[in-house]
């Protein structure tokens, strides 16, 4: 039994622009994050303690950023599938 295959390129497309979206809405909130965290160690807070906070914090950020590349990986593997998928249509149909 022979399956149909489906695929909406228009939602895909949609899905990706949110995806990328919620990673640069985040990225921007993460900038913002890390320039309180820089001012509140460097201004407000003298103790070993800030030091050792704000390490920690940087590993935090180091690994979120990581993730949410893996997110854009996705998404630019997303968008290549649907040129070709695009394409694929195109040929069928001429």
Same mark, same amino acid.
């Given at each position: 039994?022979?399956?149909t295959?489906?695929?909406n390129?228009?939602?895909?497309?949609?899905?990706? @622009?949110?995806?990328?979206?919620?990673?640069?809405? =985040?990225?921007?909130? %993460? +900038?913002?994050?890390? #320039?309180?965290?820089?001012?509140?160690?460097?201004?407000?807070?003298?103790?070993?303690?800030?030091?050792?906070?704000?390490?920690?914090?940087? @590993?935090?950020?180091?690994?979120?950023?990581?993730? =949410?590349?893996?997110? %854009? +990986?996705?998404?630019? #593997?997303?968008?290549?599938?649907?040129?070709?998928?695009?394409?694929?249509?195109?040929?069928?149909?001429?």
């Amino acid at each position: 039994m022979a399956g149909t295959l489906r695929f909406n390129p228009f939602y895909m497309t949609h899905s990706n @622009e949110l995806q990328k979206g919620f990673v640069d809405e =985040f990225n921007a909130k %993460l +900038d913002t994050l890390k #320039r309180n965290v820089q001012n509140l160690t460097d201004v407000s807070w003298n103790a070993p303690a800030a030091q050792e906070f704000k390490a920690e914090f940087d @590993e935090w950020a180091s690994k979120e950023l990581a993730w =949410f590349d893996e997110i %854009l +990986d996705i998404v630019r #593997r997303t968008s290549l599938e649907i040129e070709e998928w695009l394409e694929t249509a195109e040929t069928l149909a001429s």
